[in-house]
T-cell receptor, first 112, second 113 residues
Framework: SQELEQSPQSLIVQEGKNLTINCTSS?????LYWYKQKYGEGLIFLMM?????EEKSHEKITAKLDEKKQQSSLHITASQPSHAGIYLC????????????FGQGTTLQVKP | SQTIHQWPATLVQPVGSPLSLECTVE??????LYWYRQAAGRGLQLLFY??????ISSEVPQNLSASRPQDRQFILSSKKLLLSDSGFYLC????????????FGPGTRLTVL
């Protein structure tokens, strides 16, 4: 069974619009990682969250981890075509083992 | 700075042929190394991980094997490829096992015909 659910599966937004991608688990997340992937390429690390309630930002991308450490969101403000790609959340659900499971990914298209 | 390389970038192989994919890391020592497969519609799946030379843990029973002959070299192999082995193979490294960011290579696209 899929332990990490991402929503939506795909997203098309107009340039300049805000958007949010969610990542949910039924288990406690000991480390939550957000990556971005261009099709056919490797994953680029965006941010890592560990503590309940933690929030991090990098340029126009903000990631949050809820207090229960079971849900994370990735928010992009004023989207640009360069934000297009596949966003994946990965998590360590086995208490700091380093073995990550990943969500199915969210494909983002930004229309100029 | 650290870099991770994967070779080859793309590969087309017939069913039943052997496989060898290579991953090398530069700029760090004693990294943890990982092999993932990304298959269409099935997300990213951890196949093997290694905490040191000769130390390999398998996560999923399958037709593949992994080896770590040197500190910064990780090899994914198969004696006889199956159609189901097709996919995008990603290698990753981290500084340690617990709650430490994994950094990914550019990947190898494998098509088995």
């Amino acid at each position: 069974s899929q332990e990490l659910e991402q929503s939506p599966q795909s997203l098309i937004v107009q340039e300049g619009k805000n958007l949010t991608i969610n990542c949910t688990s039924s288990k406690t997340l000991y480390g939550l990682y957000w990556y971005k992937q261009k099709y056919g390429e490797g994953l680029i690390f965006l941010m890592m969250l560990q503590k309940g309630g933690e929030e991090k930002s990098h340029e126009k991308i903000t990631a949050k981890l809820d207090e229960k450490k079971q849900q994370s969101s990735l928010h992009i403000t004023a989207s640009q075509p360069s934000h297009a790609g596949i966003y994946l959340c990965g998590a360590d659900v086995l208490s700091n083992t380093g073995k990550l499971i990943f969500g199915q990914g969210t494909t983002l298209q930004v229309k100029p | 700075s650290q870099t991770i390389h994967q070779w080859p970038a793309t590969l087309v192989q017939p069913v039943g042929s052997p496989l060898s994919l290579e991953c090398t890391v530069e700029g760090t020592s004693n990294p943890n190394l990982y092999w993932y497969r990304q298959a269409a519609g099935r997300g990213l799946q951890l196949l093997f991980y290694s905490v040191g030379i000769g130390q390999i843990s398998s996560e999923v029973p399958q037709n593949l094997s992994a080896s770590r002959p040197q500190d910064r070299q990780f090899i994914l192999s198969s004696k006889k490829l199956l159609l189901s082995d097709s996919g995008f193979y990603l290698c990753a490294w981290s500084r340690g096992p617990a709650a430490v960011t994994q950094y990914f290579g550019p990947g190898t696209r494998l098509t088995v015909l």
